[in-house]
């Protein structure tokens, strides 16, 4: 592992463990309060609880399958645009579809379908398993992708329960909303990474 930080390989492993910690933040930020910000939506407070959570199981179907569909969007951009600017591209989309959602209080219905394109933009980590290894040495290539994918996933753990302290109780929008930003400096980083060698192979 000290060898990632050694050389020309060093701004890629910094650069490439900014892009992770930074889109895993806010990715996991959403994961895990959207779902609790949905079941305590005003207009459920009548509901039972049975009732919540079908409607909660509805709502992780709707993310789950749109997910299914971004990644072949995903795809598709990478190569379109190449994977560098297509995991910038669907960071700040994703940004967008936060934005959209979570900027002021919904509907309980209209927030569900908005739902949809924040799953959409989830395709952006498909990229992630197919772009991180070949930025690095052939003999690090597995490390240098597991190691920075891995310290992000660490950074939004804990950033996951920070972003939690912004919310109110029952009402995690703040915390979702706040969150999101951080898809846009996760967009600026991965502009300044390399393109892999094989790049051009692809277009």
């Not at 971004?70 to 297509?86: E, I, P, T």
């Not at 846009?184 to 192979?201: G, K, T, Y």
Request: glycine share 8%; proline share 5%.
């Amino acid at each position: 592992m000290a060898d990632l930080f050694r050389g020309a390989v060093r701004r890629t492993t910094l650069l490439t463990i900014l892009v992770c910690s930074l889109s895993l933040t806010a990715h996991w930020a959403f994961m895990y309060w959207y779902l609790q910000h949905l079941r305590n939506h005003p207009d459920l407070a009548d509901w039972t609880e049975a009732a919540k959570t079908s409607y909660a199981s509805q709502a992780m179907i709707l993310v789950m399958v749109a997910s299914i569909a971004g990644n072949f969007l995903a795809a598709l951009f990478a190569r379109s645009f190449g994977y560098r600017r297509a995991i910038a591209l669907l960071c700040v989309a994703y940004f967008g579809a936060m934005l959209l959602a979570y900027s002021s209080p919904r509907p309980h219905g209209e927030l569900f379908w908005l739902l949809g394109p924040i799953g959409v933009c989830q395709g952006v980590f498909g990229l992630f398993t197919m772009y991180l290894p070949p930025l690095f040495p052939t003999l690090l290539r597995t490390t240098g992708a597991g190691f920075c994918y891995n310290i992000g996933r660490l950074v939004a753990a804990a950033g996951t329960v920070v972003f939690g302290l912004f919310s109110k109780v029952g009402d995690h929008r703040l915390a979702l909303l706040y969150a999101a930003w951080l898809f846009l400096p996760a967009a600026a980083v991965a502009w300044l990474l390399p393109e892999p060698p094989d790049e051009a192979d692809l277009r």
